[in-house]
Nanobody, 130 residues
């Protein structure tokens, strides 16, 4: 069973904004407060790519090249939730967005490779279209 659940996806016009959330499911055995979080996306017919990541201690973030300045990843450990703020959305941002969590020795670790993450959500669809 998935430990994570995403929300906030939907249809938005080009130039618009969306905020995605990632939280643990009610049956989850992990706490996001101790995990680094990554967001990845997979467009129709395309491959999975990294969007952003944030370390467990929140001190490090990283973004895929296409997302610097447009997307912002953040976390609220008190709420056990992670957020991906997406601005200036483009049609090519249309994809299924998934969050992932991982636990590593360093609380400052923020990997951009999906293979390094241990838990995944089911994904949420984001469609950018007029």
């Amino acid at each position: 069973q998935s430990q994570l659940v995403e929300s906030g996806g939907g249809l938005v016009q080009p130039g618009g904004s969306l905020t995605l959330s990632c939280a643990t499911t009610t049956s989850a055995s992990i706490s996001l407060a101790y995990h680094g979080i990554g967001w990845f996306r997979q467009p129709p017919g395309g491959e999975r790519e990294v969007v952003a990541c944030i370390s467990a201690n929140g001190g490090r973030t990283d973004y895929g090249d296409a997302f610097w300045g447009r997307f912002t990843i953040s976390r609220d450990n008190a709420e056990n939730t992670n957020y991906l703020q997406m601005n200036i959305l483009k049609p090519e941002d249309t994809a299924v967005y998934s969050c992932a969590a991982g636990f590593w020795q360093s609380a400052s670790y923020c990997p951009t490779s999906p293979s390094e993450y241990h838990y995944w959500g089911q994904g949420t669809q984001v469609t950018v279209s007029s």
